[in-house]
């Protein structure tokens, strides 16, 4: 299938309902694992387009997998729905504004990313049936993206199994085909036990884990100069053993993020943050117990479904952005620095230009700069074949996690972006359907890069998906 605009009517015969459903969502901004609304939403939008519903997959409550089709190739559409906390901000404002004071938001688009995701899979479902094909096509509804590695858990009780190549996006400031570029990531819990003791009258009774919580940070700091340049550690307090002086904390929990190239180099340092830790008892005279919460596989690329996926950016070009919503980006680029803008621009190797809405394709081999954050895509990548789109729907320069995100998230910019990188998954999608030699280099691609590096998942098989991870 050369030609591409059949399946883009598809699209656009559904948008509405799935713009709808991306609004609701932005409204609803629910934490990782506690999407329970939003997941609700998703399966209801499902049932109506009339795919048949697997839920609770891997034992999550919030993860699904809507089916439709018979037989043939299947093709899963991933997408995601968790918020971000503190990024509560009202849309269509150029201002920081919380809708409520602390409250969460949807500060990395995800409200847009479930929703662009099934509105490609609807389109191909459409597709499919209009033209009598043979084939499945999966609506993967993956929660917890943030930190909660929900589709790292999702390829460990083998839903991925029979799956031909998995297909998903980003929101972004540009429109390319997503590097296969991130880092492997641990989550991992560190609680020290000590003793408490009265802090003034009988000090040398006391032992305290808050000194041992300290001490590991001093420790992984020195570390840090001895790392690979791509690896990262970063770490938040989650319990300090109590807000009394006076009391020598008997325990304190510091929760580890582990970054690294790959999966090797992740193990490798995982390993020496652990060490760390024990000296950081070993000082102390405190006991310390390592749990990982979570972790998730760097990314595995694929040549031949980026280059499909590629040439219908092409054949589509740049979302159809008008003068009302350039003036609004510009407003937002208003409220970001000289770097932020810049970095983005380095990020896709273009030379810093003044549009403020994403006018062009940005070319395979562009000579990125690129950032290198985790996404727990990367385990589905080396389960099966895998392609990302970024999709163009903010201002350029908007970085993810900010307000600005949620200001943006549904605005028409958004919608248009939205639909536009429905369109491009859609029509990778169908290509793949019904393309077997594409599949099959798509699969020889795989093969050849996971023969180099075995896969074997990054969570422990006693760890169970952490669905309380939002309550911490
Ligand atoms: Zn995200």
Known sequence: MNDSRDIWQFVDAKQEPLIALSDRVWAMPELCYAETRSAAEHAAELERQGFRITRNVAGIPTAMIGEAGEDGPVIAILGEYDALPGLSQEAGIAEPRPLENGGNGHGCGHNLLGAGAMLAAVAVKDWLARNGLKGRVRYYGCPAEEGGAAKAFMVRAGAFGDVDAAISWHPASFCEVMPAVSL???????????????????????????????????????????????????????????????????????????????????????????????????????????????????LLANDPLERAMHDVLQQLGPPPFDMADRKFARAIQDTLTDQDIDSVYRTVGEPRGDAPLCDKIIPLDAPRNLMRGSTDVGDVSWAVPTVQAHGAMMAIGTPLHSWQVVAQGKMPAAHKGMVHVAKVMAATACKLLTDQALRDAAKADHAARTARHPYHCPIPADVAPPLDMARV
Do not use: C, W
């Open 184 to 298: 492997a990531n641990t989550r991992i819990d560190f609680t020290f036990h000590g003793r408490a003791s009265h802090a003034a009258a009988s000090p040398h009774l006391g032992r305290s884990a808050l000194d041992a919580v300290e001490l590991m940070s001093v420790g992984v700091n020195y570390m840090r100069e001895h790392m690979p340049g791509d690896a990262r550690v970063h770490y938040a307090l989650l319990e300090t053993g109590g807000i009394a002086p006076n009391v020598v904390q008997a325990r304190a929990k510091v929760r580890y993020s582990v970054r690294a190239r790959d999966l090797a180099g992740m193990h490798e340092l995982v390993e020496r943050v652990k060490r760390v830790a024990q000296g950081a008892a070993l000082m102390t005279e405190t006991r310390v117990e390592p749990q990982i919460i979570s972790a998730v596989s760097n």
